[in-house]
């Protein structure tokens, strides 16, 4: 079944090909892609409806919260790009409309306890038979990396099994998000662990062809949708499923397999500050090791120092609204 059903259909599939061969994830250029295909059609639209009215229009249509929009004008802006190199229009028609304003937003973070909590009901989530076993210790090894290294979960996921260096304990990471490359060390206890894993692989698979370090029981990789609904069950498992929350300009966000990611950020800067250390001055090396592409999106996390903290800003929020 075609995914586009607008006269922009092979563009954009020409489109998320070229963004898939520089190594980006295509799931939000997909959505954005048929939200705008689907409006076109609605629309009756062609070459010539493409002016700046047409997109303010076209985003006042949509029913999403500001940063959302502006993450889809982020994706459409680039595609019109891509039609103006191929000399489909002659000049981007969303070039000069400006993002709207967006709401604060607090990431959900979860304390080292919490985090040790979610890790063990993952453990005890594995099944014992030996199909199910390979692939429920998998998905604990892919949360493992993301609480204990902070690695996305694009990157666990295309983990490759030469990548994993048992002797040096590190981790080489290619193909990221920004497209740099980097090689980290790991905790001993997550070597141990991936150890583990590459044993009962040699036990439970007869031809292990598979390059992939983490993999299901029918010997194919994951999809973060997979992963997201473990650890979904996960939560519900220890009863911790907060939900996201607006709050005046606020957004408090709910726990996602992302808020580990950033848990790793912020736990990390929390036990520098415990030392009598400056945070500020480990920023460098934890942007290296997190693979950001620019300073600026690690200095984010010095906003939220740790669980507590959030806590707090929330409790506040909550009172101010309250008050009003």
């Known amino acids: 079944m075609k995914r586009f059903k607008s006269f922009l259909a092979e563009q954009m599939e020409d489109f998320i090909e070229y963004r898939l061969q520089l190594g980006y994830s295509d799931r939000m250029l997909i959505y954005s892609l048929k939200i705008l295909d689907q409006y076109v059609r609605k629309k009756d639209a062609g070459w010539a409806s493409f002016d700046p009215l047409f997109f303010i229009r076209f985003r006042a249509s949509l029913d999403h919260e500001s940063r959302s929009i502006n993450m889809v004008f982020r994706m459409l802006k680039m595609f019109f790009n891509f039609l103006v190199r191929r000399d489909h229009v002659q000049g981007n028609p969303l070039g000069e409309i400006a993002e709207l304003k967006e709401n604060q937003t607090i990431p959900f973070i979860f304390s080292p306890e919490e985090t040790d909590l979610l890790l063990k009901a993952l453990i005890k989530m594995i099944r014992t038979t030996g199909a199910y076993y ?38 080489y990471i290619e193909k990221t998000k920004f497209k740099k ?144």
């Open 134 to 171: 390979l692939n429920d210790f998998s998905v604990y090894i892919a949360f493992l990396l993301m609480a204990r290294c902070g690695l996305r979960v694009s990157e666990t996921i295309n983990l490759q099994k030469v990548n994993y260096r048992s002797e040096e304990k590190t981790i």
């Open 181 to 324: 490359d980097r090689l980290i060390p790991i905790p001993k206890d997550v070597c141990c662990e991936i150890n583990n894993l590459i044993n009962v692989r040699r036990v439970l698979i007869e031809k292990d062809n598979n390059p992939l370090l983490l993999v299901r029981r029918d010997k194919t990789g994951f999809s973060w949708i997979a992963l997201h609904r473990r650890f979904k069950k996960a939560l519900n498992h220890i009863h911790f499923n907060e939900s996201r929350k607006v709050i005046g300009s606020t957004n408090f966000c709910g726990p996602t397999h992302h808020s580990l990611r950033h848990s790793f950020a912020v736990n990390t800067l929390k036990r520098i500050k415990q030392q009598g250390k400056f945070p500020q001055n480990a920023l460098p090396v934890l942007a290296v090791y997190m693979g950001h592409s620019e300073y600026k999106y690690t200095t984010k996390y010095l906003r939220v120092l740790d669980a507590e903290h959030r806590r707090q800003i929330f409790d506040f929020s909550m009172l101010r609204s309250e008050d009003v």
